[in-house]
C-alpha cells in the first residue's frame, strides 16, 4: 500500500495524473487496413463484431418506440426521447443550418472525388500518376539539361546574387529571429524569379510572359468510370503569348501503350481525394477569351501554411495534379470534351520548394482519353530533392566556448539554380 502511494505522488507533494502501471491506451488514429479502406472482398459478409443490428423501429416499422419521456429519470429499459426541433420564432443568420444538399441547385446523385490546395495523397506519385494515367521519366528533358549546361545563358556573378536572395530571405526579410519556413519560403521563391527576369535585355522574348496569382482551375474527367476534378486556387503562375513544344516526339508518345500503370491495391486510387455530391462539370482555366498571354507556362509551389504542412512527396504528387489540371483545362478549350490523343501535345513545367529543397517537374499531355488504363499515356519528367543549400544560420552553433558552426550559408548547390534558370528560359531561346 506504501508502495502505491509513494508511486501515485510525485516530487514535491504533487499528484500524478498518470499511473506507471496498467496497459497503455492507444493513441492516434487507427490504422489504415484494406478492410477500413475498401470494405471487404466482393461477396464476403462483414464480421459479427462490425455488422450493426438495425434499430427497432426499422425491423418493425407498425411498433411505436415506448420512451421515457413523462418519467423524471433514466429508465434503461426504455428508449431515449428525441426532442423536437426548437423554434425561434425569427430567422437568426448565425444559426443558420443552410439547405440539404438534395436541396442544393447544384446536387447530383453521383458523386465527385475532388484534389484541391489542401489534398494530400496518400501514395504521393504513384496514385497521382494512375489518376492521370502518366508515365514517369526519373530525369529532365534534354531540351532543358542543354539550357543548364550553356554558360552563355547564365548570369552575372550568379552564385553570388543567389546567395545574396537566400539570405534576404533567411536573414532579412522579418524582424524575428528565428524566421519561420512558411515565411522565407515565399520571399526565396519571389527573389529567384526576379534575378530570372533580368535576362529579358538578353532575350526579349521573355517580355511576352506575365506572372499571375490567386485564379482558380477547374478540369473535370473520367478514370474507369470515377468521375475526378481538379479545382481551386493553386501557387504562382508564368504565362506566356506562345505555348511551349512539345518535349517527346511521336514515336515516343506511341511507344508509352506498352507501359502498365502501377497499381497499390488494396488501397483505393481515391483515397485522400474529397468526395461530393455539389458541383459543376466544367473545364476553366481561370482566364476570359481574349486575355494576351493564354498559355500557361509554369507553374510555381511555395510552402506559405503553416497548418498544411506536406511532405517533399506529398508535394511532388500536388504538382503533378495541378500541372495535369492546367493542361486538361487548356485542352478540353481547344479540342472539345469529346476524349482523343491530342494533335499537339501540350506542356506545362512546376516548381515546388520550401525554401531549402526544390522538385522539379514537366508535364506533357497526350491524351484526354483517360477512362481506360489502355493506349497512349501521359508524359512526365520529375527531378526531386534539389538542394539548394543544406542550412542557413543567423547566429553560430557554439560548443563549450568554441565555434562549431559559424553564421552564415553552408553547402551551396550551384546547379539547383540552374535548372531553375532553365526552366524560366525554356521556350525562349
Keep these: 500500500m506504501q508502495a502505491l502511494r509513494a508511486s501515485c505522488w510525485a516530487r514535491g507533494g504533487q499528484r500524478r495524473t498518470k499511473f506507471t502501471y496498467g496497459p497503455r491506451r492507444p493513441r492516434g488514429p487507427p490504422p489504415r487496413s484494406p478492410w477500413a479502406v475498401r470494405g471487404p472482398p466482393p461477396g464476403q459478409q462483414l464480421p459479427w463484431y462490425l455488422q450493426k443490428p438495425p434499430p427497432l423501429r426499422e425491423q418493425l416499422p407498425e411498433l411505436d418506440v415506448v420512451t421515457y419521456e413523462g418519467k423524471l429519470h433514466r429508465v434503461p429499459w426504455l428508449a431515449r426521447p428525441q426532442p423536437a426541433a426548437w423554434e425561434r420564432g425569427w430567422h437568426d443568420p448565425r444559426h443558420d443550418p443552410g439547405p440539404r444538399l438534395e436541396d442544393m441547385p447544384g446536387y447530383k446523385p453521383r458523386p465527385c472525388h475532388v484534389c484541391h490546395q489542401r489534398t494530400r495523397l496518400l501514395e504521393g506519385v504513384k496514385q497521382a500518376l494512375w489518376l492521370t494515367k502518366t508515365k514517369l521519366i526519373e530525369s529532365l528533358p534534354l531540351q532543358i539539361l542543354s539550357i543548364m549546361n550553356d554558360t552563355a545563358n547564365q548570369l552575372e556573378n550568379q552564385d553570388e546574387r543567389v546567395n545574396h536572395a537566400i539570405s534576404h530571405a533567411c536573414f532579412w526579410s522579418s524582424s524575428e529571429e528565428d524566421i519561420p519556413e512558411e515565411t522565407y519560403s515565399p520571399v526565396l521563391l519571389e527573389d529567384l524569379l526576379h534575378l530570372c527576369r533580368t535576362m529579358t535585355t538578353k532575350y526579349p522574348s521573355l517580355a511576352n510572359r506575365m506572372m499571375a496569382r490567386d485564379y482558380r482551375v477547374s478540369a473535370t474527367w473520367e478514370r474507369e468510370s470515377t468521375l475526378l476534378q481538379v479545382r481551386g486556387i493553386n501557387g504562382k503562375i508564368l504565362n506566356a503569348m506562345k505555348p511551349l513544344e512539345p518535349i517527346a516526339s511521336k514515336d515516343e508518345i506511341l511507344a508509352t501503350e506498352n507501359h502498365i500503370l502501377e497499381t497499390f491495391y488494396p488501397i483505393a486510387p481515391t483515397i485522400d481525394l474529397q468526395e461530393v455530391n455539389v458541383y459543376e462539370t466544367k473545364n476553366d482555366t481561370g482566364f476570359q477569351d481574349g486575355y494576351p498571354y493564354p498559355h500557361l507556362h509554369s507553374v510555381y509551389f511555395a510552402r506559405c501554411d503553416s497548418y498544411l504542412k506536406m511532405r517533399p512527396e506529398q508535394l511532388r504528387a500536388k504538382m503533378l ?105 525554356h521556350g525562349a531561346m
Design 321 to 425: 495534379m495541378f500541372a495535369f489540371g492546367n493542361a486538361m483545362a487548356k485542352a478540353k478549350t481547344l479540342y472539345g470534351d469529346e476524349p482523343r490523343v491530342l494533335e499537339k501535345p501540350i506542356v506545362v513545367q512546376s516548381i515546388g520548394t520550401d525554401g531549402k529543397c526544390f522538385q522539379f517537374l514537366v508535364f506533357q499531355l497526350n491524351t484526354t482519353d483517360l477512362d481506360s488504363s489502355h493506349g497512349v499515356k501521359n508524359l512526365a519528367w520529375l527531378d526531386a530533392d534539389q538542394l539548394l543549400y543544406e542550412d542557413a544560420r543567423s547566429r553560430p552553433e557554439i560548443k563549450k566556448k568554441v565555434v562549431v558552426v559559424p553564421a552564415g550559408i553552408h553547402g551551396y548547390q550551384p546547379d539547383t539554380f540552374k535548372k531553375f534558370l532553365a526552366f524560366y528560359l
